[in-house]
């Protein structure tokens, strides 16, 4: 388990590792349009029963990033690196449709182009992810980086250029046909949790910052190719990095309200 739950009791624990669980999966959901709310998401995950009249699809997705979370403390508390069949487990898990089109493969890399219009200033312009073809040569550049930056990573700074940076590129790539958005904010913590921080976890309500910081970098750099260096240096990548840092609060004040706990319990300090 991440270094950041070392010296808490069993029940402080439990209740951390919930706590970031709900928030992380319902702040995720909700960036897409989950209608369930936090409190909904925790009792749909916990007790296993659905929210009357909200849609079937709603109460999936949050069981299925759920599960993912799960995945992807395996891959933190794992050797080795991370390998693409990690990727397509972990997809799996988030993308719950149940009908199965052989165009929009789970499991497995998009087999259609993709993009997304951007509004800039008075325009709205096409901005096309990277090919169906580029994808593999892409995403295997993208899996190198992730796992050089689980071994590079030493400390705060480090952990959070490495979500960033792994985040950035996995949507500006698109790899999926969907749930590309859920995914980047699940992998992209594994170097963070690795490193002994609590994950950074995109606040819902600042989704409108959020789009405009990966709208800004995806314009300047392009639509990418299997030329394409995995991750294009600009000034809008240093800009999401002070955005994703400041998204990182919220799971850093409920770590340390943990520890304020376990230190009143204990009536001593803990590291
Ligand atoms: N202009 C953009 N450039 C790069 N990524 C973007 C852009 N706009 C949105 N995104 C990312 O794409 C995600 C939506 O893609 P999608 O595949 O539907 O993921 P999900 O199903 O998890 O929502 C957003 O959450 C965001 O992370
Ligand atoms: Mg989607």
Known sequence: MPNFLNGLDTDIRAAIIAQLRNLWTHGSTALE????????????????LTVSGKPLKDHE?????????????DMVNRMGDITESDLFNLHQAVQTSVIYDVYKPIGHWKKEPNGTYIIDGDKQVFFEYAKPDDVLCLMNKWLDLLNTLIRSCHGRDDALTAYASLHMAFVWIHPFFDGNGRMARLVANVPVLKSGFPPIMIPKQDRRDYLLCLSRYSLNVGSPDSQSTVLPMNEYLIQFREFCNKSW???????????????????????
Request: net charge negative; no cysteine; proline share 0%.
């Open 33 to 48: 349009g989950n209608s369930l709310t936090l409190g909904e998401t925790a009792f749909v995950i916990e007790e296993g």
């Open 61 to 73: 997705e949050v069981v299925g990033h759920a599960r993912g979370i799960d995945m992807v403390y």
């Open 249 to 271: 609060k919220e799971s850093l004040d409920l770590v340390d309200e943990a520890k304020r706990i376990q230190r009143e319990r204990k009536g001593l300090s803990v590291v």
